[in-house]
Structure formats: structure tokens, C-alpha cells
């Protein structure tokens, strides 16, 4: 199992440029997740995903779209990027919906944006 | 809004001595998660905690959970250089879905 897969790992783009970060896993996952990780700040959930077809905002979700069309693949995509924009992105999944397993995360997504 | 506190946010420390990670939160839940994250890398599950009173321990790390105080602990026993991370804890917001709210993380450096 290649576990999570994140691509691409480091990404510079222009403020307003638009771009899609890709998430995918092999384990069947039934729950995946996209954090950001900026210093100081620990991880903040931006989307979240219980299944194919059904998705929900976290704590930070403005200026992402997420969308899960199949069970290994959550990708994210920022519509116009901004500087604020500029962090690590982590994707994540796990098998439960109960919260009684632990996640397995990618290898993560550098992102600056100028 | 679930606030997760986690103290001290640095901590240096000597090979061989003892010492506790604290992470406090503010709205009642009973699923506590310890991850650690080496420089540059991404995030390793370390402790899945489910109930009020659960100790678990793998080597020289140990977490427990008191969802009456919402308090878990992290202690670490004679550290060595190995365990120089950071040590997050997440705590799920409740219900049928899985949201975590991380602490700021707290960044242990082991000296020799």
C-alpha cells in the first residue's frame, strides 16, 4: 500500500492563479480530510469528506473547493490564490466515521504563493 | 468552539530526565489523539485515547485522558535525543463525524 499520496510537494504560483492539490489513498478509506499547517499554528481542517459524494467545511474553508467523486481521491482546489494561501497542506484519512481510529496523513504540499 | 491549549509550546530538555506535556480543552469530548512531527515531515499517530481514564504507553512515552478535568497528559520518561519533535495533540469535536482541533503543538528538544 503506498499509504496517502500528496501531489505535487512544493508549488509556487501568483496571487490569483488557480490550482489543484491532489490527495489520494489506497486503504479505502471512508473518511478524508484536508488540513493546513501554518507556524505557530498547529493543523486547522479546511474540508472534510465521510464518503463519495458528500463533503463539509471546517474551521477554515473560504477561498478552497473540495469535491469527492471517488472513495481514493479528495483533491483541493484554491480558485485564486492569495498570499494568506501561503502554508503547508496535509491530507488525511481513516476508516472510521466515529472517530475511534487514528488518521494516517500524506507527506504534505508546500505552497507560496507571491 | 472547541479550544485546545497544549503547554509548555517549547521545552528543551537533558537525556535521561523526566518530564510532561499537558493538553487541555475546553468543551467536553472523550476521543484524545497524540501525534509527532519531525522537522519538514509529516504528522505520526502516536496515542488514540477513546475514554475517561485510558493510559496507553509505547517505549519511553506515555498518554492518559481525564475527560472529567479535559486534560491529557504526555510524559515522557528518561528522554533521549530521539524523541527531539513536535508532540501535537487533537481533540474530536464530537458526533457521527471526525473533526480534530489541534493544539499549537509543543516542540521538545532532547539534549546530550
Known amino acids: 500500500n503506498a499509504g496517502v499520496t500528496q501531489t505535487p510537494k512544493f508549488q509556487v504560483l501568483k496571487t490569483g492563479q488557480s490550482m489543484t492539490l491532489q490527495c489520494a489513498q489506497d486503504?479505502?478509506?471512508?473518511?478524508m480530510s484536508w488540513y493546513r499547517q501554518d507556524p505557530g499554528m498547529g493543523l486547522r481542517l479546511i474540508h472534510y469528506s465521510v464518503g463519495a459524494g458528500i463533503t463539509d467545511q471546517g474551521e477554515v474553508p473560504n477561498g478552497y473547493n473540495v469535491s469527492r467523486s471517488t472513495t481514493e481521491d479528495f483533491p483541493l482546489r484554491l480558485l485564486s490564490a492569495a498570499p494568506s494561501q501561503t502554508s503547508v497542506y496535509f491530507c488525511?484519512?481513516?476508516?472510521?466515521?466515529?472517530?475511534?481510529?487514528?488518521?494516517?496523513f500524506g507527506p504534505g504540499t508546500r505552497l507560496l504563493v507571491l | 468552539e472547541l479550544k485546545v491549549e497544549q503547554n509548555p509550546l517549547f521545552l528543551s530538555m537533558q537525556e535521561g530526565k523526566n518530564y510532561t506535556i499537558y493538553c487541555n480543552y475546553s468543551?467536553?469530548?472523550?476521543?484524545l489523539y497524540w501525534y509527532r512531527q519531525d522537522p519538514g515531515k509529516s504528522l505520526e499517530s502516536l496515542f488514540v485515547?477513546?475514554?475517561?481514564?485510558a493510559v496507553k504507553q509505547e517505549g519511553r512515552l506515555m498518554a492518559s485522558l481525564d475527560t472529567k478535568a479535559r486534560l491529557s497528559t504526555l510524559h515522557i520518561t528518561a528522554a533521549v535525543h530521539d524523541l527531539s519533535a513536535t508532540y501535537f495533540c487533537?481533540?474530536?469535536?464530537?458526533?457521527?463525524?471526525?473533526?480534530?482541533?489541534f493544539g499549537k503543538g509543543t516542540l521538545l528538544t532532547v539534549n546530550p
Open positions: 488525511a484519512s481513516s476508516w472510521g466515521l466515529a472517530g475511534s481510529e487514528t488518521q494516517y
Open positions: 487533537a481533540v474530536d469535536s464530537g458526533g457521527s463525524n471526525y473533526k480534530l482541533t
Open positions: 468543551t467536553t469530548s472523550d476521543r
Open positions: 485515547l477513546l475514554s475517561n481514564g
Open positions: 486503504m479505502n478509506h471512508e473518511y
